[in-house]
């Protein structure tokens, strides 16, 4: 069955980086890209970005140009979102989530999530 | 970028029916995508392509569309429909876009 597992909770302090880890299983890992997508607390749901693990090559969200940065390891099935100069304000539950196949860019499995909590 | 509209709150007793609508400017061209999250779960989609169901989604749950507007329909409400309910679409480049999200609550 297909399988995203995330890495653990992670704290850090404004200014700070954080890199979550996302690895699959169940499937074949280059064939599908890797959505990310936040949620702040009480809030809605929020697009990243995208990586497809086959070439590495990614599309980010506006917003985070420049600060998000999605990489990928095919040797151990593991998708990375690195996020640079973190401020309050991106405390949330990140998911991966994988694209389904068929290249019109939806999130068919979900990550469990990781909490990043950004505080002094 | 372009925006998909959705109401805050939506609210049906058991058994009724609950319709949560998404509107957007896109939705006239691109497919649309439904996710249910219940507290403290990650997303799970219950409806892609304006109107089919994964395996394992009840049949209560079916989508439809309508120039700009999607609409997603559960017949005969469940307690455990109880969740946020998010609209979802995507440009030909791969940039995705989220509604704010609905609140289903059941009476």
């Known amino acids: 069955q297909v399988q995203l597992v995330q890495s653990g909770a992670e704290v850090k302090k404004p200014g700070a980086s954080v890199k979550v880890s996302c690895k699959a299983s169940?499937?074949?890992?280059?064939?599908?890209?890797i959505h990310w997508v936040r949620q702040a607390p009480g809030q809605g749901l929020e697009w990243m970005g995208i990586?497809?693990?086959?070439?590495?090559?990614?599309n980010y969200a506006q917003r985070f140009q420049g600060r998000v940065t999605m990489t990928r390891d095919t040797s151990t099935r593991t998708v990375y979102m690195e996020m640079s100069s973190l401020r309050s304000e991106d405390t949330a539950m990140y998911y991966c989530?994988?694209?389904?196949?068929?290249?019109?860019?939806?999130?068919?499995?979900w990550g469990q999530g990781t909490l990043v909590t950004v505080s002094s | 970028s372009y925006d998909l509209t959705q109401p805050p709150s939506v609210s049906v007793s058991p058994g009724q029916t609950a319709r949560i609508t998404c509107s957007g400017d896109?939705?006239?061209?691109?497919?649309a995508y439904w996710y249910q999250q219940r507290p403290g779960q990650a997303p799970l989609l219950v409806i892609y392509?304006?109107?089919e169901r994964p395996s394992g989604i009840p049949e209560r749950f079916s989508g439809s569309s309508s120039g700009t507007t999607v609409t997603l329909t559960i017949s005969g409400v469940q307690p455990e429909d109880e969740a946020d309910y998010y609209c979802?679409?995507?440009?030909?480049?791969?940039?995705?876009?989220f509604g704010g999200g609905t609140k289903l609550t059941v009476l």
């Open positions: 169940g499937y074949t890992f280059t064939s599908q890209y």
């Open positions: 896109a939705l006239a061209k691109q497919y």
């Open positions: 979802q679409s995507a440009d030909s480049s791969g940039s995705v876009v």
């Open positions: 989530a994988r694209d389904d196949d068929s290249g019109y860019y939806f999130c068919d499995h």
């Open positions: 990586i497809n693990p086959s070439d590495g090559s990614t």
């Open positions: 392509n304006y109107r």
